[in-house]
């Protein structure tokens, strides 16, 4: 059965204070692990794909990588806008379903 | 989110009713998904649809139904809501160049 774990729950910083997010995935034939970002009462905004272990992605203050069993979101020198939950997810092989993690509340403080 | 709406955004409904909720996209796409989110949970698969009439169930379909008679309309139905039902709806879509699904704005829907 396809599990994807994410870790922290939640993760208070202050601003300038980088941190990473954990996401670890067990599934047969990863083909894609998503980051999503949702802020309260709005649907999840797509992020990133990752596709094969060692890529990288950057957006902003925001860099994902990727290895066989665990993706990291890294936050650098965060600001209060980046208070979002962050959502990883997977997609296998056969199919085009995702499978998502519970997510990480992080909230930024000026 | 451009190209997806949802409706209605809020409901409040009583236990045993039917209550259908649409979704409506723009973008031509083929595969449309719903999912529940609920706090400890994430977000859960209903039901999906690969092409118009073709639809499968997801890991969370007991009482829900699905129709998708037009490319852009997918409606999720309730036949007799419960109280664990009460959740945030969301709807999404994936175009053909991966650039990631895209997510409807919600619908709240409480049971009482």
């Known amino acids: 059965e396809d599990q994807v774990t994410q870790s922290p729950e939640a993760l208070r910083l202050q601003e300038g204070e980088s941190s990473s997010l954990n996401c670890s995935y067990t599934v047969s034939g990863l083909r894609g692990l998503f980051w999503y970002r949702q802020d309260p009462g709005k649907g999840p905004e797509f992020l990133f794909t990752?596709?094969?272990a060692g890529e990288e992605k950057e957006k902003e203050r925001l860099k994902a990588t990727l290895t066989k069993k665990e993706s990291f979101l890294h936050i650098t020198a965060p600001k209060p806008e980046d208070s979002a939950t962050y959502l990883c997810?997977?997609?296998?092989?056969?199919?085009?379903?995702?499978?998502f993690g519970g997510g990480t509340r992080v909230l930024v403080k000026p | 989110d451009a190209g997806i709406t949802q409706s209605p955004r809020h409901k409040v409904t009583e236990t045993g009713t039917p209550v259908t909720l649409r979704c409506h996209q723009t973008e031509n796409h083929r595969y449309m998904y719903w999912y529940r989110q609920d706090p400890g949970h994430g977000l859960r698969l209903i039901h999906y649809?690969?092409?118009?009439?073709?639809?499968d169930k997801g890991e969370v379909s007991d009482g829900y139904s699905v129709s998708r008679s037009k490319t852009e309309d997918f409606l999720l139905t309730l036949e007799s809501a419960t109280s664990s039902q009460t959740s945030v709806y969301f709807c999404?879509?994936?175009?053909?160049?991966?650039?990631?699904?895209?997510f409807g704005s919600g619908t709240r829907l409480t049971v009482v």
């Open positions: 649809s690969y092409g118009v009439k073709d639809t």
């Open positions: 990752l596709y094969s």
């Open positions: 997810a997977v997609r296998k092989a056969a199919g085009n379903k995702l499978t």
């Open positions: 999404a879509t994936v175009g053909r160049d991966d650039s990631g699904y895209t």
